[in-house]
């Protein structure tokens, strides 16, 4: 068996296997048997038709699969052997080979293949802010009064309606009487300003629909408590019902913290004073900062990383197999239009291969489930459980069990592997730079902006081996 490899175009190049009669006649021949005893023909009994018929009516089907498979088997050993960095799959382009299973013939498969060029890891010549919280203490009052509310709770008010109160009413309209609560969110602005300053014990005659917001608050379902059309209809519900207040509730926010509360917030029954809430608050502010700013940087190490390295890629070869594999969805005119946007995930693809081979970095499955467990975990404190830790294990999983899954927690966790070592690798070209805590806000926002303008961009496209 012959190969051979000749350039089309640079990062382009076509191979041919010449595969000969005798590479291929000894399988032919036993995977000719093997059809001849498995297979139902009409007229003969099972495993019983002649070689022969068998051959002349099925030979050259089972040709073509031996042929191919051997094509296929030594075209990847070669690729192997030539350490080629291979960029999507190799197109077959051989049309017909002209088979003839009763002839001593010679088959000549080619492909085209395209690959990556050599490349170095560029960031630029400028530098790379990587922020900083310009800390203030007025943050930790600022958290300390947050907490504060965590702990606010509903307690009877003797005070005139305030706003963000709740409000008990006794409702009477004919022979139907309800007693019911609805909050200040649930008003109108009509509502709102009719109930605002009025005390307990008042009566007053109104719509419920100049009351609540219907949309927030069904009427009938909540406020009525689900009264059904033939006791109460439609045009019943928005006549007006007399209104009266039983009740007043107010958010009361205590004004100190007990122990008790603290270590809520701390999690640790050692840190129970107000200093240690400062202490606890002030490492959990710079935590939260730490993490966001090298979020920031590790995005802008990637921009930088495409917009500076250039990666040669056989353009052409890349675009006709991105419209062979996606024909839906890509033709040669928008391939053309959307090639720069789908280039850069390509080249990030490369990038990240080149470098996790190149430093031998890697992602265990062990890894891949600790990152799955913390995704549960923080759902599980989302809404408020405690994280059972075998739960949340055989979760992952199960979670893990998909192939697809699987694959997407690898990608990210390399990306994120890569970015790290070769931020590690570049912290020379870092500028520090100080931001308040609203400009970390408006930063967030802005880069958001950026992030929603990329949603519509062409998706990655897996062209990397």
């Known amino acids: 068996m012959q190969i051979n490899q000749i350039q089309l175009k640079p990062l382009n190049d076509k191979i041919t296997i010449l595969i000969e009669e005798k590479d291929y006649r000894e399988d032919f021949e036993k995977a000719l048997k093997d059809y001849s005893k498995k297979t139902v023909i009409n007229g003969f009994r099972k495993g019983m038709a002649p070689k022969s018929f068998v051959m002349s009516k099925y030979g050259n089907s089972i040709l073509a699969e031996q042929i191919n498979e051997l094509a296929q088997k030594e075209l990847y050993q070669y690729i192997k052997e030539k350490n080629i960095n291979l960029l999507g799959r190799p197109i077959l382009k051989t049309e017909e080979m002209n088979l003839d299973a009763k002839a001593n013939k010679t088959y000549e498969v080619s492909f085209e293949i395209g690959f990556s060029g050599d490349f170095e890891i560029n960031l630029g010549n400028e530098p790379i802010t990587e922020y900083i919280l310009d800390f203030k203490d007025e943050m930790i009052e600022k958290e300390i009064e947050n907490v504060k509310k965590h702990f606010a ?166 675009m006709d197999f991105i419209i062979q594999t996606n024909p839906e969805k890509y033709n040669t005119e928008t391939i053309e239009k959307e090639f720069d946007e789908i280039s850069k995930s390509i080249k990030w693809d490369i990038i990240t291969n080149h470098t996790a081979q190149k430093n031998e970095i890697k992602v265990e499955y062990q890894e891949l489930l600790e990152d799955a467990m913390n995704r549960y975990r923080s759902m599980f404190m989302q809404y408020g459980l405690p994280p059972q830790e075998e739960q949340i294990k055989t979760m992952a999983a199960q979670y893990l069990k998909d192939e697809k899954n699987a694959r997407q927690s ?29 400009e970390f806000t408006e930063e967030s926002k802005r880069r958001q902006a950026l992030r929603d303008q990329l949603k519509d961009k062409p998706q990655n496209q897996e062209v990397t081996q």
Request: glycine share 2%.
């Open 410 to 438: 690898y990608e990210s966790l390399l990306d994120t592997k890569i970015l790290e070592f070769i931020t590690q690798e570049n912290q020379s070209k870092f500028v520090a730079k100080p931001l308040t805590e609203d």
């Open 153 to 318: 709770k509903l307690e009877d008010s003797n005070n005139p309606i305030a706003e963000n109160d709740t409000i008990y009413v006794h409702l009477t309209q004919g022979t139907y009487e309800n007693d019911t609560f609805f909050g200040w969110p649930e008003m109108t602005e009509q509502g709102q300003k009719l109930l605002l300053g009025k005390s307990k014990e008042e009566a007053f005659t109104a719509s419920l629909f100049d009351l609540i917001d219907n949309e927030k608050f069904d009427i009938r379902k909540y406020l009525l408590q689900s009264v059904s059309a033939e006791e109460m209809s439609d045009e019943a519900i928005k006549s007006p019902f007399e209104v009266k207040i039983t009740n007043i509730k107010s958010m009361v926010t205590p004004t100190e913290l007990s122990e008790e509360q603290i270590t809520q917030i701390t999690r640790n029954p050692e840190l129970k004073t107000l200093e240690d809430l400062k202490t606890f608050l002030k490492e959990e502010i710079l935590g939260q900062y730490k993490n966001i700013s090298h979020s920031f940087l590790l995005n802008d190490v990637y921009q930088s990383i495409i917009e500076h390295t250039d990666v040669p890629m056989p353009k052409e070869f890349l």
